[in-house]
């Protein structure tokens, strides 16, 4: 019993770690995503697009399962302390890979704006709302938020 009992926490710990990871672009997997700079300013919506980008939650159930099945997939390698190396690799393993199908399987709906700003630039800025329309007049703050005005 103290044996299963260490499987599930090294699976649970293994778990919320590989949930830990650095944002990448699409299709991508070792470049890091940027942050994002925004221009404070006046401007004009000139065009609303909707957009699909990942959900980003904490530990999911797809982590947690993987683990799972990682950890008792791993057990069946070896004996001795090679099968417990191979639980806890398989553990792992197991976390990171349904925490990283389950990221890609969530996706939410944003808005894209195109904003023609008063010093000629253009700025395209992703809004969770869909409380703009082309010709909006608008104001960008520091942070990316976009206010209606």
């Known amino acids: 019993m103290s044996k299963l009992r260490s499987i599930i926490g090294v699976v649970l710990l293994l778990s919320v770690a590989a949930c830990g990871t650095t944002e990448t672009f699409p299709g991508s997997t070792s470049e890091p995503l940027p942050a ?24 999911g159930a797809g982590a947690v399962a993987g683990g799972v099945v990682g950890a008792i ?26 925490h990283r199908i389950e990221r890609r399987s969530r ?17 395209h ?3 969770d709302n869909r409380a703009f329309q082309v010709g909006d007049r608008v104001h960008v703050t520091t942070d990316g938020r976009v206010i209606l005005l």
Not at 46 to 58: K, R
Not at 81 to 93: C, E, F, K, N
Request: net charge negative; hydrophobic share 35%; no cysteine.
């Open 36 to 59: 994002p700079t925004y221009q404070p300013g006046y401007g004009v919506v000139q065009s609303v697009s909707v957009v699909e980008a990942p959900a980003h939650h904490g530990i």
């Open 73 to 98: 997939l791993g057990s069946q390698i070896g004996s001795g302390t090679g099968r417990a190396a191979a639980t806890v690799a398989g553990a792992g393993g197991g976390a990171y890979v349904g």
């Open 125 to 127: 800025i992703v809004q």
């Open 107 to 123: 996706t939410v709906e944003g808005y894209q704006l195109t904003l023609r700003m008063d010093d000629g630039t253009v700025q």
